[in-house]
């Protein structure tokens, strides 16, 4: 009875993380190894490109600690990939999703497309102005507080703000938003992560923290010295590639358009070659303070980062 009990316990939180874009369960069975049956399908829509900012919102009580993994994050990922870095870098994984900007413009016959993000804005609402229990369509709102054209907004909630379906299916979301800019309008994407420190770390925080069930392996030591925020990366980070190559639920995904498989939610809980159900791949590991990572960022930071899908060999790429 109790092996029965297991079983229908792990397949529920298995049917969970499959529907959240930043969990943490592998799905290599959905994988395709063969490129003319793609995993990912383009629907013909736009992708981010050009210039675009990155806006944070800081909602609730982060330390500047904090606040600087996650900003030096997103100087990691415009920093040009070269021989001169550590290797491998936040900016190669990055690289991958150049890809999928190659595949339209060959589709299309156009010109190639090119992005370029530049952390812009740092926005920080630290007393809670809207409580600590926020709805969807309050994080639209915070959302908006960044800019509203040529745009990704990330809003980052702290480990004592719910959020509707946090911890219940999801980790975080994105999604877009118009706004009407000089008279004109305009699309901006913005990001939603929450900090499962307290609420859910063995969901969101995984592999930093054993998960809540199926196979039970010792937690790794997160590369920045906080299970929190390394876990908010690790669904950020994800999000963020998820954003780019489907910003208006009409790029490149698979599955319905509400609960869509992305670049990264494609390669749920791969992080290093050798990655199975439980652990998460052969990856790098410090020799100082013991912490697992695979990519190495601005200010000599350490980060674990999701694999992406790649659209031209239908398999799940790694940086280690």
């Not at 490129?35 to 490109?49: C, E, F, V, W």
């Amino acid at each position: 009875m109790a092996s029965i009990v297991f079983f229908v316990k792990l397949f529920t939180l298995i049917s969970l993380l499959s529907s959240c874009f930043a969990s943490r369960t592998t799905l290599n069975s959905l994988v395709k190894e063969d490129p003319q049956n793609q995993l990912l399908h383009y629907h013909k829509g736009t992708l981010l490109h050009g210039k675009i900012s990155i806006n944070l919102i800081w909602y609730g009580k982060f330390k500047p600690s904090q606040k600087a993994i996650v900003s030096d994050f997103f100087t990691s990922l415009s920093n040009s990939p070269s021989s001169h870095q550590n290797q491998p870098s936040v900016a190669t994984w990055w690289k991958a999703t150049e890809k999928y900007y190659n595949l339209v413009s060959s589709k299309k016959n156009s010109s190639p497309l090119s992005l370029s993000l530049h952390l812009n804005k740092q926005i920080v609402e630290e007393n809670y102005p809207l409580g600590k229990s926020l709805t969807n369509k309050q994080i639209v709102q915070l959302a908006s507080k960044g800019e509203q054209k040529d745009a990704i907004n990330v809003v980052l909630t702290a480990s004592d703000v719910t959020v509707d379906g946090f911890c219940v299916n999801r980790c975080g979301s994105h999604g877009s938003k118009s706004a009407l800019v000089n008279d004109k309008n305009y699309k901006f994407a913005y990001i939603w992560v929450g900090n499962a420190e307290t609420q859910c770390p063995g969901y969101c925080a995984w592999p930093f923290h054993q998960p809540l069930y199926g196979p039970q392996s010792p937690p790794l030591v997160a590369p920045n010295n906080d299970l929190g925020l390394d876990g908010m990366i690790i669904s950020l980070s994800g999000l963020l590639a998820g954003t780019v190559t489907n910003p208006f639920g009409n790029g490149f995904y698979q599955g319905p358009m509400d609960a869509p498989l992305e670049a990264s939610s494609a390669c749920q809980g791969i992080y290093a070659n050798g990655a199975y159900p439980g652990y998460a791949g052969d990856l790098l590991v410090d020799p100082t303070s013991g912490a697992s990572y695979n990519a190495h960022g601005a200010n000599g930071r350490k980060y674990l980062l999701p694999a992406i899908y790649d659209p031209l060999t239908s398999k799940c790429s790694t940086l280690v």
